[in-house]
T-cell receptor
Framework: ETGVTQTPRHLVMGMTNKKSLKCEQH?????MYWYKQSAKKPLELMFV???????ENNSVPSRFSPECPNSSHLFLHLHTLQPEDSALYLC???????????FGDGTRLSIL | GIQVEQSPPDLILQEGANSTLRCNFS?????LQWFHQNPWGQLINLFY???GTKQNGRLSATTVATERYSLLYISSSQTTDSGVYFC??????????????FGSGTRLLVRP
């Protein structure tokens, strides 16, 4: 039990589909993050939320849309994705910005 | 931007052996984390160690901030230690410390 739960663990979708990734943290943390890990590339920070406010958007294409309805939940809404978006998407949380980050198990996404 | 280099890129050990993984960074930082990603993609936070030495079981880490490097020691390695070890630092002393820049990792295989 990592304290950060991501669902689904695996997702296969077509380029025209719309799906959402979910992240829930049970640690009472105030900050949450989305990362993308592609094959043979370092982890890339996508979005950061602190107390439900977005504080970082690292030039991520608009086909990725985050949502943070409360400090325990973070979503990543996906639509019209491209094959190069196939990757492991990791969610993390930390007590506050700058504190150690704890990661979920990730969602492995495959775009057909 | 800050550069993070990890060495060696690949390491094969016999079970029971000890090893040292290194992380060099090109600028002063106020935050450094070590992570282990197991073969299933789970990313586990090992240490939050901006300076000094910490120990957790068979693992220990030392960061010498003034010389811009950190070391991760694995003693009496076990097959479950296999995976990729990442170090991550913020982009710079004056930059927001929530942005983690990851190294490319050390891929460790421990053989029985």
């Amino acid at each position: 039990e990592t304290g950060v739960t991501q669902t689904p663990r695996h997702l296969v979708m077509g380029m025209t589909n719309k799906k959402s990734l979910k992240c829930e943290q049970h640690l009472g943390h105030n900050a949450m993050y989305w990362y993308k890990q592609s094959a043979k590339k370092p982890l890339e920070l996508m979005f950061v939320y602190s107390l439900e406010e977005r504080v970082e958007n690292n030039s991520v294409p608009s086909r990725f849309s985050p949502e943070c309805p409360n400090s325990s939940h973070l979503f990543l809404h996906l639509h019209t994705l491209q094959p190069e978006d196939s990757a492991l998407y990791l969610c993390a949380s930390s007590q506050d910005i700058g504190q150690p980050q704890h990661f979920g198990d990730g969602t492995r996404l495959s775009i057909l | 931007g800050i550069q993070v280099e990890q060495s060696p890129p690949d390491l094969i050990l016999q079970e029971g052996a000890n090893s040292t993984l290194r992380c060099n960074f090109s600028d002063s930082v106020n935050n450094l984390q070590w992570f282990h990603q197991n073969p299933w993609g789970q990313l586990i936070n090992l240490f939050y160690i901006p300076s000094g030495t910490k120990q957790n079981g068979r693992l220990s880490a030392t960061t010498v901030a003034t010389e811009r490097y950190s070391l991760l020691y694995i003693s009496s390695s076990q097959t479950t230690d296999s995976g990729v070890y990442f170090c991550a630092v913020p982009p710079g002393w004056l930059d927001s410390s929530y942005k983690l820049i990851f190294g490319s990792g050390t891929r460790l295989l421990v053989r029985p």
